[in-house]
């Protein structure tokens, strides 16, 4: 069987992923730095996560290492690219690290691969829906139209409803596919496009499969839940599992497209299967709102808590954004088994014995702090 390296092979998605290809019997090398924000103080201690499959080849280290990256690469056939920071609101204001890490990091790895003699068959990318901005929308006189990041201005002023950039009319959100124009709007939006452009500019250069895995808002056992800027759904069980009240910004209406982490490790399988260039949504294809999600978490964590509204807009979120799922239905034969209510269930089995900081507040202060709050 092929050997596999998955750099941040001990994270959420990457530790799931690691499970399923060791069943199938492939051999797996994971490289992972244990960044402490996501794994606490484990890094200093170099003691991998406890749910870490055996079975697998560890080796500590950062993506930024390029003599770390020389010995991971080293005998394998596949890579799949996980290892990154993630956080839209973290990552503007701190530009620096998640440039260096996600962009520098994947340069990194990408010239090694060119340097080694091995022939590779495979890179497969975890990117992300942020790389669209926000998401295709239809408008009754212009039809289907691409909205522009929303302005600060607008978001001071609570407009937060996006309009027709042609005619400033009310606009209808649309599943979106991979063709609609991309239009990052944070730091690491355009991180994770960077990623993109400089894998399939390798892939094409020394030709190399690369497959682009644009991942919606996953969800799923193993997520960190003291980490406050992994996602919506890990802070509002960070505030759930301390009996406070999810902190809901602007109206609630926003909506994004989650997705069980099952689901996602299945279309990373379904990737090793395809032998040419492609760029995949990989999602659920359901529109569900911020304000849904965090009732549907009250009920089942703490009923009698009711939302709390700050009336506040982040920096760089977006109003609508939800996958079509034609392409990788029709290329990767993928489609979403796990519906949202069964999925939190299996969440909240998992993490409601368990005792978890509530990081959110301090978080919050650092996006006021760099005046990311509106």
């Known amino acids: 069987m092929k050997k596999v390296l998955i750099t941040g092979g001990a994270g959420f998605i990457g530790s799931h992923l690691v499970d399923t290809l060791v069943q ?11 960044d402490p924000q996501v794994h606490g103080d484990l890094a200093q201690q170099k003691q991998w996560p406890a749910y870490c499959n055996p079975a697998a080849e560890y080796l500590f280290g950062d993506v930024r290492d390029r003599e770390v990256l020389e010995r991971a690469i080293a005998d394998v056939s596949v890579v799949y690219h996980f290892a990154g920071a993630t956080g839209v609101g973290q990552s503007m204001y701190q530009i620096a690290r998640y440039t260096a890490v996600n962009v520098q990091g994947t340069a990194n790895l990408l010239e090694v691969m060119a340097k080694s003699t091995l022939k590779f068959e495979k890179l497969i990318l975890a990117s992300s829906r942020a790389v669209y901005g926000e998401g295709l929308y239809y408008c009754p006189d212009c039809g289907q139209v691409s909205p522009g990041v929303r302005s600060t201005v607008a978001l001071e002023q609570k407009q937060w409803h996006v309009t027709c950039p042609n005619c400033n009319g009310p606009l209808q959100p649309l599943p979106t596919p991979e063709t609609k124009p991309l239009s990052p709007g944070s730091i690491y939006a355009i991180s994770k496009q960077a990623q993109e452009q400089l894998s399939l500019c390798f892939g094409g250069a020394y030709q190399v499969p690369i497959v682009v895995l644009r991942f919606f808002n996953i969800y799923g056992p193993r997520q960190s839940l003291n980490n406050p800027y992994t996602g919506i759904l890990s802070t509002f069980m960070q505030r759930l599992l301390n009996h406070q009240p999810p902190e809901i910004y602007e109206d609630g209406k926003m909506t994004r497209d989650f997705v069980y982490v099952s689901d996602v490790v299945r279309a990373c399988i379904l990737a090793l299967g395809i032998d040419q260039t492609a760029v995949f949504n990989i999602g659920s294809g359901q529109f569900t709102t911020i304000l849904e999600i965090a009732q549907r978490l009250i009920e089942l964590v703490a009923p009698g808590i009711s939302p709390q509204m700050t009336g506040f807009a982040r920096v760089g979120d977006i109003r609508h954004c939800s996958a079509d799922l034609t392409e990788a239905a029709r290329v990767l034969g993928y489609q979403p088994q796990v519906g949202l209510q069964e999925g939190l269930a299996k969440v909240i089995a998992e993490v ?20 990311m709050l509106k």
Do not use: M
């Open 24 to 34: 199938e019997g492939y051999p797996v090398r994971v490289l992972d730095n244990l």
């Open 352 to 371: 409601r014995d368990q005792f978890v900081s509530d990081r959110s507040a301090s978080a919050r202060d650092e996006l006021k702090l760099a005046g």
